[in-house]
Every structure is written in C-alpha cells, then in structure tokens.
C-alpha cells in the first residue's frame, strides 16, 4: 500500500528526500535497532510524492518504454505523446481543490505500487495496473495540506486503444477481486507485505462500468495490526480512472474520498465532451 505523501513545498520536499535516503541506508546497513520496514517504505513514497515535479505527472504515446518491478521483470511504461496531453488536461491539477484535499507535487509519473508485484500474479490488477497495456497516462495525488496522518489518494487516468481494451483491464480487476479475496502477497520495495482480505465496497455509479475494494493488509512490524487500502476504478469508453487512497495509521477510514471522486469526474468529463456520463459519487 501507499504511504503519506505530504507536499507542502521545496523546503519539505528537499527534507523528506534526505530522511529517505538515511533510511534506506540504515535498512541496508542493517543499524543495532530494528528497522520498521513498513514506515521505510511509505516514507520512500512519500519523498518521491513531495519532490518537486509538476503536480501530475503523464506519460504516454505510440511507443513504449520499459522499467523494472522490485524482482526484475520487465513491466511497459509508455511515453509521451499527443494523448498524454490530452489526459494531463483532464487529471485535476497542482493547487486544484476537493473539499479539504489539494493535488500536491509529484515526482513519479504514477503511484508508487505500480512498481510492486502481487503473487499469485492475477492478484496484480489490486496492487497496480501497469501491465494493463495502457497508450497513455497522467497522474495527481491529492492530501489534505499539512496534515501529516491524513488520507492519501493517488489518482490515475490510463487511456487505451479501444474501450475493449479498457474493459478488459475491468474484468481482470473483477477476477482479481474474486480469486484474490482471501489474500495475497506484494514485494515491495524493501520487504514482502501480506494482504489479509480484499473485500468489494459500494462503487460509484459513473462511466461505463466501476468497481470498488477494501484491501486489508498485516502491518509489517505489528503482526497484530491490519492497514487499510481502498480501490475504485471506472472506466468510460477507452479510459479507466483510478483512485487509491489510504493513511500512515491502523484506522479504516471507510473509502476514497466521495470528494475527490467527484472533482475528478466532472474535470474529466467536461474535457472528455459527451462521451462520458454518470452521476456523483456518493
């Protein structure tokens, strides 16, 4: 799962990098103490979310590049081209508002699971959709300005070449959602997770199609506790958008927020023209 990704400026952002660094660095040292490895790696994706890099990242294009998930196995990452722009105009902005969250600064050009492998690997459509044979991308996330344990939500616009395409990443969602309810396994970057239960919730009635899950993982360091991820992706004709949103804490904070569901559809569906319908998320 994610961590908190706070953006509150150049100063944090410079700040949060070299705390990450240490901290990879005393976790391959190995220190006298032990290393809380789940708090190392949400605070990995929080210096990579509060690096200054332009709010939404995007990526996109006819030709597709290659990067490498934490066991080495190639995974297609797009690169940029006109339907980039597109969707980068679509995707809510840096300063833009949902209630009380704003979309922040990013670095990555998508949320930071997409580079972590689920096994069983029909698993992988709950932890991130890069391998879904996207043409092009852009991404915000969004938190609530200095808050440092608040809800955290990556959004993720994908377009592919044909609403088939699209829909086909929706039934391999489904099956993940179903095959995978009694759990499974996420390499993460500097240790394995274990996802207790996915469970669907009540999806949102916009687009074509959406689905919406409550994925509950073991807290690395306390066995005991269990951490909260919730998952809704709807997709209008050829584009899915993806919301993941979760908090650096134990609390089941009971879904993506209705707020940024909403802000995000409408921006998307204004620019999208009449192709996209629906109705607020509730």
């Given at each position: 799962m994610r961590g908190?990704?706070?953006?509150?400026?150049?100063?944090?952002?410079?700040?949060?990098?070299?705390?990450?660094?240490?901290?990879?660095g005393s976790a391959a040292c190995?220190?006298?103490g032990g290393t809380d490895e789940n708090a190392t790696d949400k605070k990995?994706?929080?210096?990579?979310?509060?690096?200054?890099?332009?709010?939404?990242?995007?990526?996109?294009?006819?030709?597709?590049?290659?990067?490498?998930?934490?066991?080495g196995s190639p995974r297609p990452t797009a690169v940029s081209g006109p339907e980039t722009e597109?969707?980068?105009?679509?995707?809510?902005?840096?300063?833009?508002?949902?209630?009380?969250?704003?979309?922040?600064?990013?670095?990555?050009?998508?949320?930071?699971?997409?580079?972590?492998?689920a096994s069983p690997a029909v698993c992988q459509p709950l932890t991130g959709l890069g391998r879904a044979g996207h043409t092009a991308q852009a991404y915000a996330q969004l938190?609530?300005?200095?808050?440092?344990?608040?809800?955290?939500?990556?959004?993720?616009?994908?377009?592919?070449?044909?609403?088939?395409?699209?829909?086909?990443?929706?039934k391999s969602l489904a099956e993940a959602g179903k095959r995978c309810a009694a759990g499974y396994s996420e390499e993460r970057t500097l240790v394995d997770a274990k996802v207790l239960r996915v469970e669907p919730v009540p999806a949102p009635k916009l687009?074509?199609?959406?689905?919406?899950y409550r994925i509950v993982a073991q807290d690395v360091k306390d066995k005991g506790a269990s951490l909260y991820t919730y998952l809704t992706l709807v997709r209008s004709d050829a584009t899915t958008l993806s919301f993941r949103s979760d908090?650096?804490?134990?609390?089941?904070?009971?879904?993506?927020?209705?707020?940024?569901?909403?802000?995000?559809?409408?921006?998307?569906?204004?620019?999208?023209?009449?192709?996209?319908?629906g109705v607020a998320a509730p």
């Open positions: 908190a990704g706070k953006n509150n400026g150049v100063a944090r952002a410079a700040s949060v990098v070299m705390g990450a660094a240490l901290l990879f190995g220190g006298s990995a994706k929080a210096a990579a979310s509060a690096t200054p890099g332009g709010g939404a990242g995007a990526t996109g294009g006819a030709t597709a590049a290659t990067t490498s998930t934490p066991s597109r969707l980068k105009g679509l995707v809510l902005a840096l300063g833009e508002k949902a209630g009380p969250y704003e979309t922040g600064l990013a670095l990555l050009d998508e949320p930071f699971d997409e580079i972590y492998d938190s609530v300005p200095d808050e440092v344990s608040g809800v955290d939500t990556d959004v993720l616009l994908r377009s592919y070449k044909d609403a088939g395409a699209a829909g086909s990443v929706m687009g074509d199609e959406a689905q919406a908090l650096l804490g134990v609390d089941d904070f009971g879904g993506v927020p209705g707020e940024i569901v909403t802000a995000q559809w409408e921006k998307f569906s204004r620019g999208a023209g009449a192709g996209s319908h």
